[in-house]
């Protein structure tokens, strides 16, 4: 099936209006993964998580996918360390990569923004405003949000010259704009924005950032925002190899305005789809594990919020005292109680001494709990 939108000639005139217009087949692999998907979306959309919990599930979701954006570029930072990294700060002066993974949860908080905002187009300047989020701070020369007034390379792929770059980048705005009037999946719509953008290169660094949060954000503010809960950055990460291959072979070695889409977007949909499926799974079991907590609590003198302390350790691996003030709303003293008690009833192991201390959940003593 071919797609409904024959290509056209980009215009070269400062005042350029042509729409971008994508090139791509439907195959029936696709097919069949954009129904898989509709239906993962579906299921997860329509899954019953308490808020404070969905809430805790975002907030590693956003962690997960600034470490795993940045890694894909060659940060070394893992998920942990950045999980406390996001709340401590960098304190000091941080690291290129501790600044750029700091980058990368604002970054991720604005795509968050944007997707709630109805009011806010999705545009080329939201597209400027995200290389923004993503750079600022790491280098003066990077010009972070403008274009690109060089040439630059990426591998053994060259992107068009610098001058047919702010029309590239207009047709390419235009486009995103129609697509709230459109009837393309949003999931082909996210790759495809994908692709471009890294076909395009239109800044000096922070361009495979950029393309994939903006798939994200297309996403989100579609009928597939699976919660928001979707982390394709960590997906892609663990697949690092596959997912340049896909690139490669979809633009070459040379810009070709005309590139067909085909072989990345077969790529992109089945790792929307195996990713969906793998959420799918991991919220049902996140739900079965919530309701086992509480049946192994029911009877105990073990308090709601000191349940809900245990069940956040169970998420996220681990529970400071500050977590825990946060969550069940008490002072200092009276976290270090609860978790004292929780510690001597064996539903919490103790790690680290004063401020560095943490809890992990014990999922291997007598009480039992299930591990996630």
Known sequence: MTDRFPPQTLGSGAANDTIFAPKFDITPAMAANL???DRSAWLIQNMLIMPKHEAWIKRQVRVRRAAATTRIEGATLNDEEVDELSRRGA???????????????????????????????????????LNREFLKGLNDKLTEGRYRTGQNTVGPFTPPDAGAVPDLMRSFGLWLKAGASDELSPVLRAGIA????????????????????VA???????????KKLLSLEAFIAERRHEYFSAIERTLGVTFNPGYDATPWLEWFVQAVMAHGVQLQTELTDWHRSVEQVYAALQGSNISHRQTEGIIFALRMGR???????????VSDVTASRDLRSLVAGGWLVPHGEG??????????????????
Do not use: C, M
């Not at 529970?319 to 709303?329: C, H």
């Open 194 to 213: 994908h692709i471009h953008l890294v076909a395009v290169h239109p800044f000096w660094d922070g361009n495979g950032r950029v393309a994939r949060g």
């Open 35 to 37: 129904e898989n998907i």
């Open 355 to 372: 401020r560095g201390r943490y809890y992990t959940p014990d999922v291997s003593g007598g009480q039992k709990l299930p591990e996630e």
């Open 91 to 129: 304190g000091g002066r941080a690291t290129e990569d501790e600044l750029a993974n700091l980058n990368a949860l604002s970054a991720y908080e604005f795509i968050d923004y944007v997707s709630d905002e109805r009011d806010i187009e999705l545009d080329e300047l939201v597209v400027r405003q």
């Open 216 to 226: 994200t954000l297309i996403l989100q503010r579609s009928t597939f925002h699976f």
């Open 319 to 329: 529970l400071t005292r500050s977590d825990y003030t946060e969550i069940a709303g």
